[in-house]
């Protein structure tokens, strides 16, 4: 197989500018089950977290409003629509996932639902529950933190999903152990550790971290690693996302079907929490959901990875002479899961690339119409709105898919993924750095 370097492809990888990347496999109508997993599985991951939240309430203070669900809100942006969007065929609307409680981002999804799983197992195989159907404040009482004590868990992170493990895991009283690479920022860290847990700072990039975390927990049976790159258990969390956006848009009257699109934008990093939503919105919606994912043009690894034949070895993005270098600390990874990329082949409409000063521009013009904060990884989707739209191979999308007659009737949702617990210092910088490069 050529590699892709010597590709076109792979030569406008190189030059690291922004595009828009059609899946060639993409299919508008497919087999919607993939890999064994089914709407049956994303149901399931749902009532799980639903058992859970009585408990999560009395861990989580802030979740008393929600009643223990972890969830985020279906918002509108008329002000951002008006002053950076003005042409944009259809309404715009933000799924506001930086704005997650208890993690912050949107691994609290994933990361939340795979730990819940752990602990849900360990409790029936040692008596702590009699069934899935018994008292869950249980997993609170001292017997439990005595049962989990023996247990440790452990993952790697650019940062985000440290948080989401960590908080949870010590939570419930596990031990936990976070290996973080080189990208995780520092209050990331100051914030696990305060809450007991045990980081571990690698000087090396997210792949490398995982391979370590992944070899240092293998090695202790008592040890649980969360693996980013190969988990159903965490995109079945994301996945679960889809049933909540479904009555949301409900509630507000959005309809989705042939003649109303629904068009989506989230960033991706390893692809896992865009894969398990994409998956899980194909479920709801099929054909009149279209997903396009968001990376740095210094990280497209899931790009290189949807279109690599082999999915099972994807390649990195060093391969094509790219750094991963950007300030979207959540997108920074080398190498995609290539296990996600074979479940969402046929699902995934394309991929855009952004660079770091248009996620800053990004992040400062949401502050500045609608007042929302959220860090830079969060900011890539609006990129999105500009490439679908105004690119050639936007256009192309939207007349291969007989959506240009129906595009003023669009829904374009983008999915703000992570921000909530950035320092105020930190997000003044960022809003500070986006006004100064669109020149206000
Ligand atoms: C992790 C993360 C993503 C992407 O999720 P992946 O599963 O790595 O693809 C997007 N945005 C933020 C803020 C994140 O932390």
Redesign the pocket.
């Known amino acids: 197989m050529t590699a892709t370097i010597d590709t076109p492809l792979g030569q406008q990888l190189q030059q690291a500018q922004p595009f828009l990347w059609l899946n060639p496999a993409y299919k508008a109508s497919t087999d919607n089950d993939r890999d064994g997993l089914s709407i049956t599985d994303i149901r399931q991951a749902d009532l799980r977290l639903r058992r859970f939240a009585p408990l999560l309430k009395r861990l989580f203070p802030e979740l008393e409003a929600s009643d223990g669900i972890i969830e985020s809100a279906l918002l509108s942006a008329p002000a951002l629509q008006q002053h950076s969007f003005p042409e944009l065929p259809g309404r715009l609307k933000i799924k506001a996932d930086h704005s997650l409680p208890v993690a912050g981002?949107?691994?609290a999804r994933?990361g939340i639902h795979e730990v819940l799983c752990h602990a849900e197992q360990l409790a029936l195989d040692n008596n702590l529950i009699d069934s899935t159907s018994d008292d869950y404040l249980k997993f609170g009482h001292p017997a439990a933190k005595q049962l989990f004590s023996n247990y440790e868990i452990a993952v790697s992170s650019?940062?985000?999903?440290g948080l989401s493990i960590g908080i949870i895991s010590a939570a419930l009283g596990f031990k936990v152990v976070v290996h973080m690479s080189v990208e995780a920022k520092q209050w990331k860290k100051e914030r696990l550790r305060n809450r007991g847990v045990t980081v571990i700072e690698h000087s090396d990039d997210y792949s490398a971290a995982v391979a370590a975390g992944r070899a240092a927990s293998d090695a202790d049976p008592n040890s649980y690693f969360i693996d980013?790159e190969n988990s159903p258990r965490l995109f079945l969390g994301y996945a679960a996302a889809a049933l909540r956006l479904q009555e949301q848009l409900a509630e507000q009257q959005i309809i989705v079907d042939a003649e109303h699109p629904l068009f989506v934008y989230?960033?991706?990093?390893?692809?896992?929490?865009?894969?398990g939503i994409n998956f899980g919105l194909k479920q709801v919606f099929g054909p009149d959901v279209h997903v396009f994912f968001a990376e740095p043009v210094q990280a497209p690894c899931?790009l290189l990875g949807m279109q690599a034949n082999d999915k099972e070895h994807p390649e990195s993005v060093y391969d094509v002479g790219l750094k991963v270098a950007t300030e979207a600390d959540?997108?920074a990874?080398s190498m995609a899961s290539g296990w996600v990329c074979s479940v969402i082949e046929p699902m995934l409409s394309g991929i855009f690339t952004v660079t770091d000063n248009e996620l800053f521009r990004n992040l400062s013009d949401l502050f500045q119409s609608e007042g929302l904060e959220v860090?830079p990884?969060?900011a890539a989707g609006f990129s999105g709105l500009h490439q679908l739209i105004n690119t050639d191979s936007g256009k192309q999308y939207l007349q291969q898919q007989h959506l240009d007659t129906v595009i003023n009737q669009a829904t374009h949702l983008v999915w703000t993924?992570?921000g909530l617990f950035v320092p105020a210092q930190e997000m003044k910088k960022f809003q500070q750095r986006g006004a100064e490069l669109a020149g206000l």
């Open positions: 981002s949107i691994k994933g650019t940062g985000n999903l980013d989230i960033p991706c990093g390893v692809g896992g929490a865009p894969g899931v959540g997108l990874v860090e990884s969060a993924t992570g």
